[in-house]
């Protein structure tokens, strides 16, 4: 190969910086036996001239085969191209090269150059890597298989001096213009070609499918998904879910209606006309005497409290002076008693109809008798002042003594027995008074006890909504203050302990199952807080 130095001087049309790398691919064919080399090179680097140059300078030492690779080749034209620049005829191409290649002889060594070798078909590299044959091939990326990888050299402004000659280019402009190709010679000679071509909005063609079609199936399957959710939802919807357990305290419910309380019955004007001429026929001095020992507080249509039995015999016990005067009082004047008796039948009257008033009528005093000076008369002086009040107030007993004894039955002052009451009944009655609720029950608990608190209400209609709801449970109410408002707590009560509440809690309806247990002392504490 010592000529092939003197061939590349002899070689036309290259550029400086060519010329320069095809005499560093002479050095190492000299001195390193490849037989695959890469050469690698960016597009419009000139790798086709290179090509041509290279198959020049080995045509005298190499049988040798040129070879541009396309797409548009497959492997049987390929091999048959390869044939006939190697041997001079196309043989078999369905048989492999080194088939085809063993029937015949060559008197030079196999030399092969492929450019654009990017295309050449995946399937012949190894039929040529089985063959005794040079093979440079030419492309844009390098070979891991090739033995050898060879940039090509880019062009220089040496080579765009060269190139644009006759332009006459300063050094500058050539500089400047060579940064913007990016190594390209055919940038290089024609800068329009480095202008990307815009590219051909496609036709769109009109779809043959009517819009209002489109439409309408398009929501006819929202519709299916819609009704396929909400059927779902409806299958996996557990029992009880969305019942409320109380209403909340900011809704606005309508007043509940006040229970109506039972009034006492009003005597009737026959039993009032019946008492009245029966205390006309009555003996002054033994109903007289007989009023001051019965006693001072009655209730119409009942038969007389424990307290008020209890008062009158202590009022009777400390005040004997107070009766014994009273007595000779009414001995000393018989004949006055009718007149005090029908000035005090209006007044009577009046109270039996109207019993609603329960006035505690006490037996005052006697006022003492008017000193009279000495010029009055003697009659005047004998008789003793008897107030009109005292009369009225004498006869309001006598009046309720005897409807007592129409109404219930009972036995005269002297003749009916005390009776007695025990200390619980008389608390529980005030504590029932004193509550609105069930908080008397709560307060004579033990404190050791526990409860289940089921709800909170803001108001007694909410209560009465769920009272009806839940009308078999025993539950109890009672009222608190919390941060300044009235609540009403729904608990059901009372257990032993706490596991016990628990598991009480278990069989109540699945809406007031998040209730908790609260112990006995802490409502206590709540209601006494008020």
């Excluded at 033994?286 to 009655?298: M, V």
């Excluded at 803001?458 to 025993?474: C, E, H, V």
């Excluded at 300044?484 to 009480?504: E, M, T």
């Amino acid at each position: 190969m010592a000529d092939l130095h003197q061939k590349l001087a002899s070689l036309q049309g290259l550029l400086p910086s060519q010329r320069q790398w095809l005499d560093r691919l002479i050095f190492q064919l000299e001195f390193n036996p490849y037989q695959h080399i890469r050469v690698v090179g960016c597009a419009g680097g000139g790798k086709s001239t290179m090509a041509l140059a290279i198959a020049d300078l080995l045509s005298e030492d190499f049988n040798l085969a040129l070879l541009t690779a396309s797409p548009a080749f497959n492997p049987s034209q390929i091999r048959q191209h390869l044939l006939d620049n190697w041997f001079g005829f196309g043989g078999d191409g369905h048989k492999r090269l080194i088939q085809l290649v063993g029937e015949r002889q060559s008197a030079l060594p196999l030399g092969l150059v492929i450019d654009q070798a990017d295309d050449l078909p995946e399937e012949l590299w190894g039929e040529l890597a089985e063959l005794p044959c040079l093979i440079i091939a030419l492309s844009e990326h390098s070979d891991p298989h090739a033995e050898l990888n060879l940039p090509l050299a880019p062009i220089n402004l040496e080579d765009a001096r060269v190139l644009l000659k006759d332009q006459e280019f300063g050094t500058l402009t050539l500089a400047d213009r060579l940064d913007r190709v990016n190594g390209n010679i055919h940038f290089l000679l024609d800068p329009q070609l480095a202008r990307t071509p815009a590219k051909k909005a496609k036709a769109v063609k009109p779809s043959g499918i009517s819009p209002l079609a489109v439409f309408i199936t398009g929501m006819a399957l929202i519709g299916g998904v819609v009704i396929f959710w909400m059927w779902t939802e409806k299958q996996q919807a557990q029992k009880g879910l969305g019942d409320l357990t109380y209403l909340p305290e900011e809704q606005q419910v309508a007043p509940a209606p006040v229970a109506n309380k039972p009034l006492t019955p009003q005597p009737s004007t026959t039993d009032i006309d019946a008492l009245v001429n029966k205390l006309d026929k009555a003996d002054p001095a033994a109903g007289s005497a007989s009023k001051l020992e019965r006693p001072a507080e009655f209730d119409f249509g009942k038969d007389a409290s424990p307290a008020a039995s209890a008062s009158q015999a202590a009022t009777a016990a400390t005040t004997p002076a107070v009766d014994s005067v009273a007595s000779s009082e009414v001995v000393e004047q018989p004949t006055k008693q009718p007149e005090a008796v029908v000035n005090a039948k209006q007044p009577a009257s009046d109270e039996l109809i109207d019993p609603l008033k329960d006035q505690k009528v006490v037996v005052n005093k006697p006022q003492p008798e008017q000193q009279l000076p000495a010029e009055a008369p003697i009659e005047q002086a004998a008789q003793p002042v008897q107030p009109v009040e005292k009369a009225v107030v004498i006869q309001t007993d006598d009046v309720a003594d005897e409807l007592a004894s129409i109404a219930g039955g009972t036995a005269t002052a002297t003749e009916k027995p005390a009776q007695a009451d025990t200390s619980a009944t008389t608390v529980s009655a005030e504590n029932d008074q004193q509550y609105s609720y069930q908080e008397a029950k709560l307060l004579a608990l033990p404190a050791e006890q526990v409860a289940l608190q089921l709800v909170v209400f803001s108001n007694d209609a909410a209560l009465n909504n769920f009272k009806q709801s839940y009308a078999g449970l025993p539950t109890l109410v009672y009222q608190r203050q919390k941060n300044g408002q009235r609540q009403l707590v729904v608990v059901l009560a009372p257990f032993a302990d706490g596991p016990a509440a628990k598991a009480n809690l278990a069989s109540l309806p699945a809406a007031l199952q998040s209730g908790f247990v609260k112990s006995i002392a802490d409502i206590q504490s709540e209601i006494k807080q008020q």
